[in-house]
Protein backbone atom coordinates (compact mmCIF):
# COMPACT_ATOMS: atom_id res chain seq x y z
CA UNK A 1 0.00 0.00 0.00
CA UNK A 2 0.92 3.48 -0.64
CA UNK A 3 2.07 6.08 1.93
CA UNK A 4 0.77 8.53 -0.42
CA UNK A 5 -2.20 10.60 -0.41
CA UNK A 6 -4.32 12.65 -2.80
CA UNK A 7 -6.64 15.18 -1.01
CA UNK A 8 -9.89 16.60 -3.45
CA UNK A 9 -11.42 19.66 -3.21
CA UNK A 10 -13.72 20.85 -5.31
CA UNK A 11 -12.99 18.41 -8.14
CA UNK A 12 -9.09 19.36 -7.91
CA UNK A 13 -6.97 17.02 -6.38
CA UNK A 14 -4.03 17.88 -4.17
CA UNK A 15 -0.90 15.83 -3.33
CA UNK A 16 0.39 13.29 -3.24
CA UNK A 17 1.14 14.28 0.72
CA UNK A 18 2.81 11.83 3.31
CA UNK A 19 0.91 10.17 5.63
CA UNK A 20 2.13 11.88 9.02
CA UNK A 21 1.34 15.46 6.95
CA UNK A 22 -2.03 13.95 6.22
CA UNK A 23 -2.07 13.40 10.33
CA UNK A 24 -1.19 16.86 10.83
CA UNK A 25 -3.84 18.22 8.37
CA UNK A 26 -5.98 16.65 10.21
CA UNK A 27 -4.77 17.82 13.42
CA UNK A 28 -5.00 21.55 12.85
CA UNK A 29 -8.25 20.99 10.93
CA UNK A 30 -7.73 20.89 7.65
CA UNK A 31 -9.20 17.62 6.87
CA UNK A 32 -12.57 16.78 8.03
CA UNK A 33 -13.94 13.20 8.47
CA UNK A 34 -16.00 14.45 5.13
CA UNK A 35 -12.87 15.51 3.40
CA UNK A 36 -12.40 13.21 0.12
CA UNK A 37 -8.67 11.11 0.12
CA UNK A 38 -7.54 8.28 -1.51
CA UNK A 39 -4.19 6.69 -1.69
CA UNK A 40 -1.28 7.78 -4.59
CA UNK A 41 -2.25 6.28 -7.85
CA UNK A 42 -5.72 5.35 -6.98
CA UNK A 43 -9.08 7.40 -8.75
CA UNK A 44 -11.53 6.37 -6.01
CA UNK A 45 -12.34 9.27 -3.62
CA UNK A 46 -13.62 8.36 -0.22
CA UNK A 47 -14.24 10.06 3.07
CA UNK A 48 -11.30 10.54 5.52
CA UNK A 49 -12.98 9.47 8.22
CA UNK A 50 -13.68 6.03 6.65
CA UNK A 51 -10.22 5.26 5.66
CA UNK A 52 -8.64 3.10 8.72
CA UNK A 53 -5.37 5.06 8.61
CA UNK A 54 -6.89 7.96 9.88
CA UNK A 55 -10.76 7.01 11.17
CA UNK A 56 -9.44 7.25 14.78
CA UNK A 57 -7.75 10.56 14.70
CA UNK A 58 -11.14 12.10 13.94
CA UNK A 59 -12.14 10.83 17.30
CA UNK A 60 -11.98 13.93 19.94
CA UNK A 61 -9.54 12.28 22.18
CA UNK A 62 -7.15 11.21 19.54
CA UNK A 63 -7.12 14.78 17.25
CA UNK A 64 -6.25 16.34 20.84
CA UNK A 65 -3.46 14.01 21.05
CA UNK A 66 -2.08 14.55 17.82
CA UNK A 67 -2.02 17.85 18.18
CA UNK A 68 -0.59 17.98 21.44
CA UNK A 69 2.37 15.39 20.34
CA UNK A 70 3.47 18.24 17.38
CA UNK A 71 3.74 20.98 20.00
CA UNK A 72 7.12 20.13 21.60
CA UNK A 73 8.88 19.99 18.32
CA UNK A 74 7.69 22.73 16.78
CA UNK A 75 8.49 26.97 17.27
CA UNK A 76 5.72 28.65 19.11
CA UNK A 77 4.41 30.41 15.68
CA UNK A 78 3.81 26.69 14.53
CA UNK A 79 1.98 25.39 17.48
CA UNK A 80 -0.93 28.77 17.12
CA UNK A 81 -0.75 28.37 13.43
CA UNK A 82 -4.33 26.83 12.33
CA UNK A 83 -4.96 24.75 15.23
CA UNK A 84 -8.13 26.51 15.68
CA UNK A 85 -10.75 23.45 15.81
CA UNK A 86 -13.74 25.07 16.92
CA UNK A 87 -16.21 26.84 14.89
CA UNK A 88 -16.54 29.67 16.96
CA UNK A 89 -13.80 31.07 18.83
CA UNK A 90 -16.19 33.10 21.07
CA UNK A 91 -14.57 36.19 20.22
CA UNK A 92 -14.48 38.79 16.99
CA UNK A 93 -11.00 38.13 15.21
CA UNK A 94 -10.28 41.09 12.54
CA UNK A 95 -9.46 38.86 9.27
CA UNK A 96 -8.29 39.92 5.98
CA UNK A 97 -9.51 38.00 2.99
CA UNK A 98 -7.95 38.29 -0.55
CA UNK A 99 -9.50 36.39 -3.07
CA UNK A 100 -8.18 36.04 -7.01
CA UNK A 101 -11.44 35.52 -8.52
CA UNK A 102 -11.00 34.09 -12.24
CA UNK A 103 -13.63 31.53 -13.05
CA UNK A 104 -16.37 32.37 -10.84
CA UNK A 105 -18.25 36.38 -10.27
CA UNK A 106 -16.85 38.02 -7.26
CA UNK A 107 -20.97 38.41 -6.09
CA UNK A 108 -21.37 35.58 -4.50
CA UNK A 109 -18.21 35.71 -2.60
CA UNK A 110 -18.89 38.95 -1.37
CA UNK A 111 -22.27 38.00 0.01
CA UNK A 112 -21.19 34.89 1.64
CA UNK A 113 -18.46 37.38 3.44
CA UNK A 114 -21.77 39.53 4.55
CA UNK A 115 -23.49 36.83 6.10
CA UNK A 116 -20.46 35.62 8.02
CA UNK A 117 -19.56 38.93 9.50
CA UNK A 118 -19.27 42.53 9.27
CA UNK A 119 -17.20 43.23 5.91
CA UNK A 120 -15.73 46.22 4.55
CA UNK A 121 -13.85 45.92 0.76
CA UNK A 122 -10.42 47.57 1.04
CA UNK A 123 -9.77 47.40 -2.73
CA UNK A 124 -11.05 44.73 -5.38
CA UNK A 125 -11.14 41.48 -4.22
CA UNK A 126 -9.73 42.39 -0.33
CA UNK A 127 -12.16 42.88 2.32
CA UNK A 128 -11.45 43.30 6.06
CA UNK A 129 -14.08 41.52 7.90
CA UNK A 130 -14.78 40.93 11.87
CA UNK A 131 -16.08 37.49 12.79
CA UNK A 132 -16.56 34.92 15.76
CA UNK A 133 -15.66 32.15 13.10
CA UNK A 134 -12.32 30.87 13.33
CA UNK A 135 -9.68 31.74 10.32
CA UNK A 136 -10.28 27.81 9.15
CA UNK A 137 -14.32 27.56 9.30
CA UNK A 138 -14.34 31.40 7.39
CA UNK A 139 -12.27 29.56 4.93
CA UNK A 140 -14.61 26.57 4.60
CA UNK A 141 -17.28 28.57 4.17
CA UNK A 142 -16.07 30.93 1.59
CA UNK A 143 -14.65 28.05 -0.48
CA UNK A 144 -18.04 27.17 -1.44
CA UNK A 145 -18.27 30.42 -3.37
CA UNK A 146 -15.16 29.65 -5.37
CA UNK A 147 -14.24 28.34 -8.76
CA UNK A 148 -11.70 25.47 -10.04
CA UNK A 149 -9.40 28.58 -10.34
CA UNK A 150 -9.90 30.64 -7.96
CA UNK A 151 -7.85 31.44 -4.76
CA UNK A 152 -7.94 32.34 -1.28
CA UNK A 153 -6.30 34.08 1.29
CA UNK A 154 -7.43 34.38 5.11
CA UNK A 155 -5.35 36.14 7.89
CA UNK A 156 -6.61 36.41 11.47
CA UNK A 157 -4.51 39.12 12.65
CA UNK A 158 -6.37 38.70 15.98
CA UNK A 159 -4.61 35.36 16.26
CA UNK A 160 -1.78 35.73 13.79
CA UNK A 161 -2.94 32.87 11.98
CA UNK A 162 -4.08 32.18 8.02
CA UNK A 163 -5.72 29.50 5.63
CA UNK A 164 -5.99 29.67 2.33
CA UNK A 165 -6.92 27.84 -0.80
CA UNK A 166 -6.39 26.40 -4.22
CA UNK A 167 -2.48 26.95 -4.12
CA UNK A 168 -0.81 24.28 -5.01
CA UNK A 169 1.25 21.79 -3.30
CA UNK A 170 4.50 23.90 -3.80
CA UNK A 171 3.31 26.87 -3.18
CA UNK A 172 1.50 25.72 0.14
CA UNK A 173 4.67 24.38 1.34
CA UNK A 174 5.95 27.72 0.64
CA UNK A 175 3.51 29.62 2.56
CA UNK A 176 3.31 27.40 5.61
CA UNK A 177 7.31 27.65 5.82
CA UNK A 178 7.09 31.23 5.76
CA UNK A 179 4.13 31.73 7.92
CA UNK A 180 5.63 29.16 11.06
CA UNK A 181 9.16 30.51 11.06
CA UNK A 182 10.02 33.17 13.05
CA UNK A 183 8.50 35.49 12.03
CA UNK A 184 10.63 39.12 11.93
CA UNK A 185 9.91 41.95 14.78
CA UNK A 186 8.35 44.05 11.96
CA UNK A 187 5.83 41.67 11.45
CA UNK A 188 5.07 40.32 14.64
CA UNK A 189 3.84 43.78 15.57
CA UNK A 190 1.36 43.55 12.37
CA UNK A 191 -1.26 40.97 14.39
Keep these: MSDFWIVSV ?10 PQMEGFIGEGRIAPSSLIARAGETEFSP ?5 AFS ?16 PAEPAA ?11 TGERSRYVVIADM ?15 GQAHALFP ?23 KLDTLFVVDSTHDKAAWFNFGPEA ?10 DAPQAFQAFG
Design 10 to 19: SDRAYGPYTT
Design 125 to 147: QVWLVTSELSVNTLRNQLIQQLG
Design 102 to 116: KSRSIQGLEEELHKL
Design 172 to 181: DARIRKLWTK
Design 78 to 88: AQKFGRDLDAK
Design 56 to 71: ALFQPSKSAAVVQSMK
Design 48 to 52: AGAEP
